[in-house]
């Protein structure tokens, strides 16, 4: 299984990205999928994910800012980010975990200028 993200970019405090993740093969049979940051000198963290069925979580600082979706058709997993905030600047990898098996993509850079 391989992922490819893509779309991350500097971007201005109050604006807007789309993070796409293409996924090798199906994006179905899957335990679950989600979208991850790491700060510079912090430890990578969960900021969305979502599981069989459609249940939804969000780190708490991203709630009614961040979207995570799939479309099928594509094998491709989204995160609209909206009203970005310096804070947001960080490494952004996607993640999907398969018969408890974790795979990663390779990381796309978002920076929020204030």
């Known amino acids: 299984v391989q992922l490819q993200a893509s779309g991350g970019g500097l971007v201005q405090a109050g604006g807007a990205l789309r993070l796409a993740c293409v996924i090798s093969?199906?994006?179905?049979?899957?335990?679950?999928m989600g979208w991850y940051r790491q700060a510079p000198g912090k430890q990578r963290s969960l900021v969305a994910s979502?599981?069989?069925?459609?249940?939804?979580n969000y780190e708490d600082s991203v709630k009614g800012r961040f979207t995570i979706s799939t479309d099928n058709a594509k094998n491709t997993m989204y995160l609209q980010m909206n009203n970005l905030k310096p804070e947001d600047t960080a490494v952004y990898f996607c993640?999907?975990?398969?018969?408890?098996?974790?795979?990663w993509g390779q990381g796309t850079l978002v920076t929020v200028s204030s």
């Open positions: 979502i599981r069989p069925g459609g249940t939804i």
């Open positions: 993640n999907l975990v398969r018969s408890w098996v974790s795979y």
């Open positions: 093969g199906s994006i179905n049979n899957f335990n679950i």
